[in-house]
Each structure stands twice: as structure tokens, then as C-alpha cells.
């Protein structure tokens, strides 16, 4: 399977733990785009990756986040002290230029904080 | 920021019937975008628009990227229950930091057979 990939597809944290969501980019894709998608609503833009590199993070909370693309290996977004307001669909995408209009998504994590 | 506002927010129709849905902002966008949404899946693209005034056809979808690059509509001819998810719209913006996409909430289509 050449898509992206995600996991874990669902994550159970309580409050204050930390949540760790990875995102593989498709192949030869050098470029990572990860949003937040609350019920019943569109996809936030939160963060975008090249590798070793944050190109637009202008989407994401100032305290508790933070994400990285490095090197080798997947993608990570990173919450710390999750609070119940963290609960939401995460989506990761990727695309093989810095022009992004062709984005491919993954499957999505669904995090809940209990 | 950016704000897209989509309509309807919901759908109900029968199968075989048309169904058209848009989407408007107040800021200029050089890209609207096209998403259907399966639940518990990822926002899969259907159609991209890069020109003021295109229309594009793909399949039974037709969209359309409004000449003032502030709207663009997305319509499905002759629904089918597949059709049933959740469209949204998209705008993106090229600048230094292109790829960061803008969405509207969401259009749920339900399809009665």
C-alpha cells in the first residue's frame, strides 16, 4: 500500500498524558500537511513539514504541540498534557511538492480524552 | 483568517436526482479544491480547479471556480447511494507557504434509494 499511512487509528489518553500520532508520507513525498477536524466540522490547517523542516506552523496551538518531519522516519505530532478540548479527528497529508495542491490524506487518527 | 462558508449543510435526496452545492468567501483564493469524506476515512480529492471561470468535469461531478475567485460550486448529476459522505470544499492560496488548505465544514449528502 503506497498511501499514507497513520497510526495509531484511535488513541485513549487521560488528561494530562501525552499523545504521540505519526504520520508516512507517500513515497518520493517530501512534503507533510497535518489538521485537526473537530465533529461535524472542516479540517483546520495546523502545521506544514518539510523534512527537518517547519515550513508554516501557524495553525498550531501555541502551548502543548509541536510536530516534527526528520530526516528518516515518519512524521510526528505531539500533545502534551492532553486536555478533553485536544479530542478530535487528526489528519496528515502529504504531497510531492511545496505547491500542495495535490494532497494526499491519510486514514486519520481519532484521539479522545477521557 | 480565511473563513469558507459551504452550503447546504445537509442533504436529502432520492437516487437519480441532481444535486449542487457551493461555496463561498470573502477572501480571493487561486485554488478551490473538492473533498468527499467516508466516515472513519480520510478526505479523498475529486476535483481541482486552478483558473477563474474553469469548469472541470469528473465522471458525474462538474465544479466550477467562480470568476471573482471568491466561490465555486460542486455538482453531482444522477446520484447514486455511493454518493452519500460528506463533501467539502477547499481554498489554497500560492504564496511561500502553499499546500495550506482552507475548508468549509462540510456538505453531509444522504442518497435514498
Known amino acids: 500500500n503506497a498511501g499514507v499511512m497513520q497510526n495509531p487509528r484511535h488513541l485513549v489518553r487521560r488528561r494530562g498524558q501525552e499523545a504521540r500520532l505519526r504520520c508516512s508520507p507517500m513515497k518520493g513525498h517530501s512534503h507533510v500537511y497535518w489538521y485537526r477536524q473537530l465533529p461535524e466540522e472542516g479540517l483546520k490547517f495546523m502545521v506544514y513539514l518539510q523534512k527537518e523542516n517547519i515550513i508554516d506552523e501557524s495553525g498550531m496551538p501555541k502551548e502543548r504541540f509541536s510536530a516534527e518531519f526528520p530526516k528518516e522516519g515518519p512524521s510526528i505530532l505531539r500533545i502534551q498534557q492532553v486536555v478533553r478540548g485536544d479530542s478530535a479527528a487528526y489528519f496528515c497529508a502529504s504531497s510531492p511538492d511545496h505547491f500542495g495542491e495535490t494532497q494526499y490524506f491519510g486514514p486519520g487518527t481519532r484521539l479522545l480524552v477521557l | 483568517g480565511q473563513q469558507l462558508n459551504q452550503s447546504p449543510q445537509s442533504m436529502f435526496i432520492q437516487e437519480g436526482e441532481d444535486v449542487s452545492m457551493n461555496c463561498t468567501s470573502s477572501?480571493?483564493?487561486?485554488?478551490w479544491l473538492w473533498y468527499k469524506q467516508d466516515p472513519g476515512e480520510g478526505p479523498v480529492l475529486l476535483i481541482a480547479?486552478?483558473?477563474?471561470?474553469e469548469l472541470t468535469s469528473n465522471g458525474r461531478l462538474t465544479a466550477q471556480f467562480g470568476i471573482t475567485r471568491k466561490d465555486s460550486f460542486l455538482n453531482i448529476s444522477a446520484s447514486i447511494p455511493s454518493d452519500v459522505g460528506i463533501y467539502f470544499c477547499?481554498?489554497?492560496?500560492?504564496?511561500?507557504?502553499?499546500?495550506?488548505?482552507?475548508f468549509g465544514d462540510g456538505t453531509t449528502l444522504t442518497v435514498k434509494p
Open positions: 477572501s480571493i483564493f487561486n485554488t
Open positions: 480547479l486552478y483558473k477563474a471561470g
Open positions: 477547499a481554498g489554497q492560496i500560492k504564496n511561500t507557504n502553499a499546500g495550506k488548505s482552507t
